[in-house]
């Protein structure tokens, strides 16, 4: 049967894997041969200050891994280092390509970027199509009654899982049209080098990358997804799945991932399903609300709150040196692995703005940085999450007692002494608050840059003088 087009590239971005790929799958059904295509976009990589990135690493690592796999099919990804329009003009005329294929991006820089390339197409007279493939539900498809976005998670919840359950979440299979997949030989893989960045310890502390480290979690979390709901809080247990560094660049699919929680029938899974909803709830939020990654608080009415923004303790927080340990403890585990566990997220975003009362803008960029699951929509959402001037944030009054949480989520200090050595001869009791022990200065850890029960008094006289 004729195809509708000869040639065809699919665009690869933040969905690195050959397998359940919308736009993949669509190319090979309506195309005779298609050419797979990855670009390490220099408008993105030249805003790095920091050569040493773990992120770029993950993905040339996942790059690297898609090609070896394509190569296995007789095909092959052109890797080009570029900006995005110069490198797909260049593949479009070089590869004779009649049709762009796709997967949506819902950031507003990606947004941006993709218009110009629809632009491009048509003035080439070539098609451009996109597909949803990073979410189950985007854009429009969870409104309220009235048709407005959700500003409220419970009743978005709600909405999504009715609809969901009339919905069969779609397989965008390759294999059927595999032989579709052009045949020919593209450039050896350019090295980190060649793009001015370094490796980092992303081998060191075991991130699995790519498709096959992606499988590898799921394969692992599939047998402790039931005791999610009970273990997911704490930091020191193995209690959730470590999926969102894949998430975040496709190495695992989404609908793999929902099928898994919807075939579990586990309280477990049932908690973990809302993550996943989370996740959609905030790319939602981002996509009505674009001026949200611009600074701009989703509550116009704490735009204004006058933070202190001491310079000298937003620096003893990124490296971990406020003297409260569970805090300091999650900064440490973010610089050294680019990882932090959801509760810490949230501890150490609350001390900063309500603890250290400085701007949640600043400790949003500085996680933007550090974060390999850097994710717009999510990062936004829980630092206004934290900072309650968010969409269904955390009550402006409501503020975490380092020491409680600490209390509550690490007793015997496991997790603290693994990122803290200096605290390791801590008891149980001390561990929490080791200024108050009497062997306090044995331990040459500071003593706390800011006294929490004042600080909370400082922190709700700034947000009761903006709500009146
Ligand atoms: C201040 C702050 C900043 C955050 N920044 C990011 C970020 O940049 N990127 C990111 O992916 N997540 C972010 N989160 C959400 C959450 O902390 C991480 O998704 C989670 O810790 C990742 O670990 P996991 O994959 O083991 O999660 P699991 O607990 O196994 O959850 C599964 C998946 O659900 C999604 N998810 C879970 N919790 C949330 C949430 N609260 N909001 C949105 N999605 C969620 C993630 O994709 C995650 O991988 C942030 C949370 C806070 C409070």
Request: with cysteine.
């Amino acid at each position: 049967m004729s195809k509708k087009y000869k040639n065809s590239l699919v665009w690869f971005r933040r969905d690195l894997r050959d397998y359940d790929h919308a736009a993949l799958s669509h190319a090979l059904q309506d195309s005779e041969h298609v050419f797979c295509i990855f670009i390490f976009d220099k408008e993105i990589l030249n805003a790095l200050k920091n050569k040493e990135d773990r992120r770029v690493e993950f993905i040339w690592e996942s790059v690297k891994e898609l090609k070896e796999s394509l190569m296995q099919k007789k095909s092959d990804l052109i890797v080009l280092h570029d900006k995005a329009f110069e490198a797909m003009s260049f593949a479009i005329d070089q590869f004779k390509i009649e049709a762009i294929f796709t997967n949506r991006d819902y950031e507003p820089a990606a947004i941006a970027r993709d218009e110009s390339i629809k632009n491009l197409a048509t003035s080439k007279k070539i098609a451009f199509h996109d597909f949803k493939d990073q979410v189950v539900f985007e854009k429009n498809e969870i409104l309220t009654a009235l048709e407005k976005p959700y500003t409220v998670f419970t009743p978005y919840k709600n909405n999504y899982l009715k609809k969901l359950s009339q919905t069969t979440i779609p397989r965008f299979d390759i294999e059927p049209w595999i032989s579709n997949l052009a045949q020919f030989k593209s450039q050896p893989l350019l090295t980190l080098k060649d793009m001015g960045f370094q490796a980092t310890n992303l081998h060191d502390i075991k991130i699995h990358t790519g498709m096959s480290g992606g499988k590898l979690l799921v394969e692992d979390f599939k047998e402790r997804v039931a005791f999610y709901k009970k273990t997911r809080d704490f930091p020191a247990i193995k209690g959730v799945s470590y999926l969102s560094v894949h998430l975040r660049f496709g190495t695992v699919s989404i609908r793999q991932l929902f099928r898994l929680a919807q075939e579990s029938f586990s309280e477990g899974a049932e908690t973990w399903l809302n993550e996943l909803i989370w996740r959609e709830f905030y790319f939602q939020i981002l996509f009505h609300r674009p001026d949200v990654a611009q600074g701009k608080a989703f509550k116009k009415e704490y735009e204004s709150i006058a933070f202190e923004n001491n310079p000298d303790y937003f620096k003893a927080w990124t490296e971990g040196k406020t003297g409260y340990p569970i805090v300091d403890a999650a900064m440490r585990q973010m610089n050294q692995t680019g990882f932090m566990h959801n509760r810490l997220r949230m501890i150490a975003a609350s001390f900063l703005v309500k603890d250290l009362l400085v701007d949640w803008r600043w400790g949003e960029a500085y996680f933007a940085e550090k974060l390999i699951d850097f994710d717009l929509s999510a990062n936004n959402g829980g630092w206004q999450w934290a900072a309650s001037t968010g969409c269904d944030a955390q009550p402006w009054f409501r503020i975490f007692n380092p020491i409680t949480q600490s209390t509550r989520f690490d007793l015997q200090g496991k997790f603290i002494k693994k990122y803290i050595p200096e605290l390791k001869n801590c008891t149980d009791d001390e561990i929490h608050a080791p200024w108050l022990s009497q062997k306090a200065e044995q331990f040459k850890y500071p003593t706390p840059i800011v006294d929490h029960a004042s600080q909370r008094i400082k922190a709700l006289a700034l947000y009761k003088s903006v709500k009146s």
